[in-house]
């Protein structure tokens, strides 16, 4: 037992799992995720401004669900918000609101959300009921009380874009295209090399006049014919098992999935100039990939978590090709609307093939 | 043979220069240092060409370090050098064109046939007429009927030979093996020498590591390196001459309490035990004979006039070695 223990301390990575996993664990499970999304981003576009409006989007606020981060938008550039996740609800007052509440005639309020995960939306879309009744209810005193009996003033149009229906499918089986990519990826890059360096067949590979990228591009190419082919059972699978619509283009999708198959394997490629077994670049592979489905909005909403939260998944690939997949295949949304989830992946692509061009450099060295 | 390697880059002027004098490794002044650790350290050395050249050196000295500068899989922090004409840090490509490199660990795929492994280096190199090559390495291994089986299948023996089929695949004229027979048994280990001298035959110049001395005594030219520091250099008749060491063998029943007894004697360098007899090795003749003389007239032991070994001779290096850098 006490050799166990020796052994233990001695392999730091094993040991720094053994307690960093856990403090991971709990750090995320216990602070970051919440299933109950609050201040979602929200935007208004007002036909009409007036007191109703002001109180409307006070009660709004007010709620804890909503957070009005542009109140006085116009339709298209609502639409735009929406399509690229930059608001979750868009609020539309139609022109002559005013007087329809005031004539009696219940008129009804547009609200938008992008319900692409279901669960992000829900609480808050079930919040907005109740807020019907109390939103209005300081501005209908005196002569207007009688225009707030029991039954609300005003009516809610709610519109769930992307996935009228709610369904998590819709949500989860895209998302789980980024995951399943994310794992295999990462870990047969980090095994792969790691075994030929243990193995002692790198250096004999490095002893012939093939260069070093020539090894890297070797190794890596056909991870990528791999990673493709699960990209497709994945794709049809969605469609004809989960009958999960796709509304883009396939060809930007595919752009996207290279986009996101080249990080991951640079993340790969780096892990495994780190590691100095097999085991320790599988371990490592845990490592990268416990936040990455935690953090990323694949499992629980990604506005549900603390600022901290957000700003780690805001880093990790796996969250941004969540939300080119989902704009692509629910929303639709063509190159300039996913141009805001690309960019962070190649940067993140960059900074991680520099990081490991250097450890890699040292490797061979 | 330099001819094939020839068509396959076009010749550099510095390679025909250098190659014409007949040296094919010669370096000055390598150095390599790992964090404050120098684990090379200003070595200098010449090869030439058809001979092979005897690599020794306790575990950690350095001969891998070494081998893998000069055939420029490592760039060296100080000195400079050529392998085949070519410098060791600028012209490493063409230097692993015309090398045939064996590392110290097995470094074909266990997991790949005897065919695939020699089809993948061939490969790797870019070789024309693969499949004729690859052919003709199996018919010469031998291995011909059992290309299909997987390399990691195969006895210690053999894959050492077909590692080194594998670095004569793309004909190379300098072979750099690194302890080639490390964990091979005796009559394998002897078909392997047997091999490299018909190779060396042939014109081909063999750089070898080992810890087997026997195998040393087969090479023409040695160079011992300990602490990163090559500190002798010539061929195994040279290197005993030089050490100055006189042996007289002692043998008898109970030679191991006398061992640590003649040890002490001022007189007597080392004392190396082999069964029941003793190697006693003096640098200086007279005064070993004088101090030894009561042992020799000792009825229960017997003695006479041996020769100094290259063991003895490496061990005492590395020890002088320790006292002046450790």
Same mark, same amino acid.
């Given at each position: 037992?006490?050799?166990?223990?020796?052994?233990?301390?001695?392999?730091?990575?094993?040991?720094?799992?053994?307690?960093?996993? !856990?403090?991971?664990?709990?750090?995320?499970?216990?602070?970051?995720?919440?299933?109950?999304?609050?201040?979602?981003?929200?935007?208004?576009?007002?036909?009409?401004?007036?007191?109703?409006?002001?109180?409307?989007?006070?009660?709004?606020?007010?709620?804890?669900?909503?957070?009005?981060?542009?109140?006085?938008?116009?339709?298209?550039?609502?639409?735009?918000?929406?399509?690229?996740?930059?608001?979750?609800?868009?609020?539309?007052?139609?022109?002559?609101?005013?007087?329809?509440?005031?004539?009696?005639?219940? !008129?009804?309020?547009?609200?938008?959300?992008?319900?692409?995960?279901?669960?992000?939306?829900?609480?808050?879309?079930?919040?907005?009921?109740?807020?019907?009744?109390?939103?209005?209810?300081?501005?209908?005193?005196?002569?207007?009380?009688?225009?707030?009996?029991?039954?609300?003033?005003?009516?809610?149009?709610?519109?769930? $874009?992307?996935?009228?229906?709610?369904?998590?499918?819709?949500?989860?089986?895209?998302?789980?295209?980024?995951?399943?990519?994310?794992?295999?990826?990462?870990?047969?890059?980090?095994?792969?090399?790691?075994?030929?360096?243990?193995?002692?067949?790198?250096?004999?590979? /490095?002893?012939? !006049?093939?260069?070093?990228?020539?090894?890297?591009?070797?190794?890596?190419?056909?991870?990528?014919?791999?990673?493709?082919?699960?990209?497709?059972?994945?794709?049809?699978?969605?469609?004809?098992?989960?009958?999960?619509?796709?509304?883009?283009?396939?060809? /930007?999708?595919?752009?996207?999935?290279?986009?996101?198959?080249?990080?991951?394997?640079?993340?790969?490629?780096?892990?495994?100039?780190?590691?100095?077994?097999?085991?320790?670049?599988?371990?490592?592979?845990?490592?990268?990939?416990?936040?990455?489905?935690?953090?990323?909005?694949?499992?629980?909403?990604? $506005?549900?978590?603390?600022?901290?939260?957000?700003?780690?998944?805001?880093?990790?690939?796996?969250?941004?090709?969540?939300?080119?997949?989902?704009?692509?295949?629910?929303?639709?949304?063509?190159?300039?609307?996913?141009?805001?989830?690309?960019? !962070?992946?190649?940067?993140?692509?960059?900074?991680?093939?520099?990081?490991?061009?250097? $450890?890699?450099?040292?490797?061979?060295? | 043979?330099?001819?094939?390697?020839?068509?396959?880059?076009? &010749?550099?002027?510095?390679?025909?220069?250098?190659?014409?004098?007949?040296?094919?490794?010669?370096?000055?002044?390598?150095?390599?240092?790992?964090?404050?650790?120098?684990?090379?350290?200003?070595?200098?050395?010449?090869?030439?060409?058809?001979?092979?050249?005897?690599?020794?050196?306790?575990?950690?000295?350095?001969?891998?370090?070494?081998?893998?500068?000069?055939?420029?899989?490592?760039?060296?922090?100080?000195?400079?050098?050529?392998?085949?004409?070519?410098?060791?840090?600028?012209?490493?490509?063409?230097?692993?064109?015309?090398?045939?490199?064996?590392?110290?660990?097995?470094?074909?795929?266990?997991?790949?046939?005897?065919?695939?492994?020699?089809?993948?280096?061939?490969?790797?190199?870019?070789?024309?007429?693969?499949?004729?090559?690859?052919?003709?390495?199996?018919?010469?291994?031998?291995?011909?009927?059992?290309?299909?089986?997987?390399?990691?299948?195969?006895?210690?023996? =053999?894959?050492?030979?077909?590692?080194?089929?594998?670095?004569?695949?793309?004909?190379?004229?300098?072979?750099?093996?690194?302890?080639?027979?490390?964990?091979?048994?005796?009559?394998?280990?002897?078909?392997? =020498?047997?091999?490299?001298?018909?190779?060396?035959?042939?014109?081909?110049?063999?750089?070898?590591?080992?810890?087997?001395?026997?195998?040393?005594?087969?090479?023409?030219? *040695?160079?011992?390196?300990?602490?990163?520091?090559?500190?002798?250099?010539?061929?195994?008749?040279?290197?005993?001459?030089?050490?100055?060491?006189?042996?007289?063998?002692?043998?008898?029943?109970?030679?191991?309490? *006398?061992?640590?007894?003649?040890?002490?004697? &001022?007189?007597?360098?080392?004392?190396?035990?082999?069964?029941?007899?003793?190697?006693?090795?003096?640098?200086?003749?007279?005064?070993?004979?004088?101090?030894?003389?009561?042992?020799?007239?000792?009825?229960?032991?017997? =003695?006479?006039?041996?020769?100094?070994?290259?063991?003895?001779?490496?061990?005492?290096?590395?020890?002088?070695?320790?006292?002046?850098?450790?």
């Amino acid at each position: 037992m006490l050799k166990e223990f020796i052994q233990l301390r001695r392999d730091r990575l094993t040991f720094a799992m053994m307690i960093g996993i !856990p403090i991971i664990q709990m750090a995320l499970f216990g602070f970051a995720i919440n299933g109950d999304p609050k201040y979602l981003p929200t935007v208004i576009v007002a036909h009409e401004q007036g007191t109703y409006t002001r109180s409307l989007v006070r009660a709004l606020e007010n709620s804890d669900y909503f957070r009005v981060v542009a109140s006085d938008v116009t339709d298209a550039q609502a639409d735009r918000m929406l399509a690229q996740g930059q608001a979750q609800f868009a609020l539309t007052i139609p022109a002559g609101f005013a007087r329809a509440l005031e004539r009696g005639e219940r !008129p009804a309020l547009l609200l938008e959300a992008d319900a692409t995960d279901p669960g992000a939306t829900g609480p808050a879309l079930g919040s907005v009921q109740q807020l019907a009744i109390s939103a209005l209810a300081h501005d209908l005193k005196g002569t207007l009380a009688h225009l707030q009996p029991d039954a609300p003033a005003f009516e809610w149009r709610i519109q769930k $874009r992307y996935n009228p229906d709610g369904i998590t499918q819709y949500n989860i089986v895209p998302g789980l295209m980024g995951v399943i990519l994310t794992m295999t990826l990462i870990m047969m890059t980090g095994l792969g090399i790691t075994r030929e360096v243990e193995r002692g067949t790198m250096e004999n590979l /490095l002893a012939t !006049p093939v260069r070093p990228l020539e090894v890297m591009v070797g190794k890596i190419a056909p991870y990528i014919i791999i990673g493709y082919v699960q990209v497709l059972v994945i794709l049809l699978a969605a469609r004809y098992v989960f009958d999960v619509p796709f509304a883009g283009s396939f060809m /930007l999708l595919m752009l996207c999935v290279l986009v996101f198959i080249a990080a991951n394997l640079t993340v790969g490629i780096t892990m495994s100039s780190m590691a100095r077994n097999q085991t320790q670049a599988m371990q490592m592979t845990f490592f990268f990939f416990l936040p990455s489905i935690l953090l990323s909005g694949f499992m629980f909403p990604f $506005r549900g978590m603390p600022d901290w939260a957000q700003w780690i998944g805001e880093v990790l690939p796996l969250t941004h090709f969540l939300r080119l997949i989902r704009g692509v295949m629910l929303k639709g949304n063509g190159l300039p609307d996913l141009w805001p989830e690309i960019w !962070p992946l190649l940067l993140f692509m960059l900074a991680v093939m520099l990081v490991g061009l250097k $450890r890699f450099r040292r490797t061979l060295d | 043979m330099i001819a094939a390697a020839m068509t396959r880059t076009e &010749p550099v002027a510095t390679s025909e220069a250098a190659a014409d004098d007949g040296i094919v490794i010669d370096v000055q002044g390598l150095t390599k240092r790992y964090g404050n650790k120098t684990v090379v350290d200003q070595l200098s050395m010449r090869v030439n060409r058809g001979e092979i050249y005897g690599f020794l050196g306790p575990n950690g000295s350095g001969k891998t370090t070494s081998i893998r500068m000069m055939c420029g899989l490592l760039t060296p922090d100080a000195g400079s050098g050529h392998t085949l004409g070519f410098d060791v840090v600028r012209e490493a490509a063409q230097i692993k064109r015309r090398v045939g490199y064996m590392t110290q660990k097995f470094g074909l795929y266990d997991d790949l046939s005897i065919r695939e492994n020699l089809d993948f280096v061939a490969r790797m190199y870019s070789m024309d007429r693969r499949r004729q090559r690859v052919d003709d390495a199996l018919e010469r291994l031998g291995l011909a009927s059992r290309q299909t089986q997987l390399a990691g299948k195969l006895s210690g023996g =053999w894959k050492q030979r077909m590692a080194l089929a594998a670095c004569m695949l793309h004909e190379p004229e300098l072979l750099l093996l690194d302890e080639p027979t490390a964990g091979v048994d005796p009559s394998a280990r002897r078909d392997f =020498w047997d091999e490299i001298h018909q190779l060396a035959a042939e014109g081909i110049t063999v750089l070898v590591s080992t810890h087997y001395m026997d195998e040393a005594e087969r090479c023409h030219r *040695l160079g011992y390196i300990a602490y990163g520091k090559l500190l002798a250099m010539g061929t195994p008749g040279e290197l005993v001459e030089r050490s100055g060491f006189v042996t007289r063998n002692f043998s008898g029943a109970d030679v191991g309490a *006398l061992s640590h007894e003649l040890e002490a004697l &001022p007189a007597v360098t080392m004392v190396t035990r082999f069964g029941n007899t003793l190697h006693v090795n003096g640098q200086d003749e007279a005064a070993l004979d004088a101090a030894l003389a009561p042992y020799r007239a000792r009825d229960d032991l017997h =003695w006479e006039t041996g020769k100094p070994s290259l063991e003895d001779v490496f061990i005492h290096l590395m020890r002088q070695a320790t006292d002046n850098f450790s």
